[in-house]
């Protein structure tokens, strides 16, 4: 049975329009098979449809030489300045990054061509978007971020639907108590543990995961430090290393500069290429104040925690680890980020260490706020008072794990 994305309507969606659509994310997150449930949907919806990859050299050197020598590997739609086709034609291009300038390459095509072709496009790190995206392409694409499986996707992969109505029934009525508690208990320890890349959730076996995830720690970061032009490959895994013992704590850049003893440049740079690749996020902090909002430190969290947990080499069950409080955390940080988007999201913290995990803009004047603790045994409400007098229109919720104190809650996957 076909495996579909939750983001696959939106572009299925997109399709209809002009502008090109770009669907970028990390390596091995599943772009490429995106792109091919797309190509089947636009055959048998009887479309004009070319499937062209830019991996293979062949291809590309043509398309360095001339963006027109496109037209060789699929037909050329009428210039819309003398005819408008009835149909477009639609070309799917896989990693267009490896263009020589991908962006003069879709904006020749887009000006000439446009609404007569529509493109869909992949492109394997936003940082390879940024820097040969020479011209912004304003008003003519719109990008579509792939990340790895969120959790109701890890059930569907899993072929789970049964306890994936049953996530959406916690999570859309407050009193539902669920029969399937322990088994969805057991998935979710799962998945803090191996995360979401596609491969590593289709393998049953968990010497097979580890493996698979120790694959895209070194063949696929490893294509990213080439790629990126990394100058010290041993120094880049170093300081993936420290952000993943500090998952969820703040960053000393200066403190990292020191360990790794690079200068702050090169750590400015490494910790833009690890962000644009898709595999950590600098959050930002909340203050009233916008110019100390940006000179205060970031907190790091990743975008998936199979490769965080691949880094440090530790898999051991969640009761029984150190860290399981910080894991919970970035958990409950990448659903915030599906559920309201990478840029709503903050965390409050003062100079004498009053914090909150995070605050929320969940529309236009309404914020919201969430405190992460895997065991509410552990959480003292007193704490948070601080913020609730500074801040009494936002609300704050409290997120735990809670196997042993309350069998029928569990807070993390009703957010």
């Not at 792109?35 to 089947?40: N, W």
């Not at 913020?387 to 997120?399: A, C, D, G, K, N």
């Amino acid at each position: 049975m076909t495996k579909y994305r939750n983001i696959y309507p939106e572009i299925v969606k997109h399709l209809k329009r002009k502008e090109f659509t770009i669907i970028t994310g990390a390596r091995q997150t599943g772009k490429t098979t995106i792109l091919m449930q797309l190509f089947k949907h636009l055959q048998k919806e009887g479309k004009k449809v070319w499937f062209i990859t830019f991996e293979r050299e062949d291809i590309l050197r043509k398309i360095d030489k001339n963006p027109e020598n496109i037209f060789q590997f699929a037909h050329r739609p009428e210039n819309p300045l003398f005819k408008k086709q009835t149909f477009p034609f639609y070309f799917l291009i896989d990693e267009v990054q490896y263009a020589a300038n991908p962006s003069n390459f879709l904006k020749l095509l887009y000006d000439s061509y446009s609404p007569n072709l529509k493109i869909i496009a992949t492109g394997s790190s936003s940082f390879y978007l940024d820097t040969k995206f020479k011209d912004s392409l304003a008003g003519r694409k719109r990008i579509f971020t792939l990340r790895t499986l969120a959790f109701d996707e890890f059930l569907t992969f899993n072929d789970l639907h049964h306890l994936h109505s049953e996530l959406e029934q916690i999570r859309n009525n407050s009193g539902y108590i669920s029969l399937h508690f322990n088994e969805l208990i057991s998935l979710f320890s799962e998945y803090l543990l191996f995360g979401g890349y596609p491969e590593v959730v289709l393998t049953t076996e968990r010497s097979d995961k580890i493996a698979i995830l120790n694959e895209i720690k070194t063949a696929y970061i490893k294509r990213d430090i080439f790629e990126s032009k990394v100058e010290n490959q041993q120094k880049f895994y170093q300081l993936m290393i420290l952000l993943s013992l500090q998952d969820g704590n703040l960053v000393n850049k200066f403190e990292l500069s020191k360990s790794l003893k690079i200068n702050s440049k090169t750590l400015e740079k490494y910790l833009y290429i690890l962000q644009k690749c898709f595999h950590i996020n600098l959050l930002k902090p909340f203050h009233k104040n916008l110019k100390k909002e940006l000179l205060k430190m970031p907190k790091v969290y990743f975008n998936d925690l199979g490769l965080r947990n691949i880094l440090i080499d530790h898999f051991i069950n969640i009761d029984n680890r150190s860290d399981k409080g910080q894991l919970l955390e970035n958990y409950v940080y990448l659903r915030l980020v599906n559920v309201y988007g990478q840029e709503a999201i903050r965390f409050w913290r003062t100079a004498d260490k009053h914090e909150v995990d995070f605050v929320v803009k969940s529309s236009i004047e309404k914020h919201l706020a969430y405190e992460v603790k895997f065991s509410s045994v552990h959480l003292k409400k007193k704490k948070y008072n601080k913020f609730m007098e500074t801040y009494p229109q936002i609300p704050i919720s409290f997120v735990s794990f809670d196997i042993e104190n309350d069998p029928n809650s569990f807070p993390a996957i009703k957010l």
